[in-house]
């Protein structure tokens, strides 16, 4: 159990570490795919409201946005998951990409809600972009976030 946590704080840590140095990047959304992946519910409500805490607390845009992103990675991990095998890295890319699309969206829209001009973004090429690492970042983290984590399993038995 402290070997779990310990893992869980060093992951957040690592994450919201990576966020900053790439803003615009969610690390933390392939440690949720981890606990979707694990089963347990618990450990995937706690993680996902300090996620939801995390973001929030860091965001410029209305209260909410994180709480649809989320939500909208666990709907995409479960209908993806009726077609896919969920540890499948092939299954991993495809939400990846999915996933990216519907930050974009859940993003403008939120812009939107706002009443903000869409003059008023980036230059659409920094703006894209952080969508595109966005969507090239997960299955990179998501497979070194379960392979230490398989690591850190076996360590503690």
């Known amino acids: 159990m402290p070997g779990n946590i310990l893992w869980w704080a060093g992951y957040i ?22 606990c ?29 946005q994180s709480i649809i992103w989320y939500g909208t990675v666990m ?30 969206l859940i993003f403008l829209g939120m812009w939107l809600l706002q009443s903000l001009p869409l003059s008023a973004l980036a230059p659409p090429s920094d703006f894209v972009g952080s969508y595109i690492l966005q969507a090239a970042c997960i299955p990179p983290l998501w497979l070194l976030a379960v392979k230490t984590r398989r690591r850190a399993e076996s360590n503690a038995n």
């Open 75 to 104: 709907a995409f991990y479960h209908i993806g998951g009726w077609f896919f095998m969920a540890g499948n890295f092939v299954f991993i890319l495809i939400l990846s990409l999915a996933l990216s699309l519907a930050r974009l």
């Open 36 to 64: 979707l992946q694990e089963g347990n519910r618990q450990q995937t409500t706690l993680f996902l409201l300090l996620c939801i805490l995390i973001q929030e607390g860091a965001g410029s845009l209305p209260f909410g």
């Open 13 to 34: 840590a690592a994450g919201i570490w990576l966020q900053k140095l790439a803003p615009g990047l969610d690390a933390l959304v392939p440690g949720l795919i981890v």
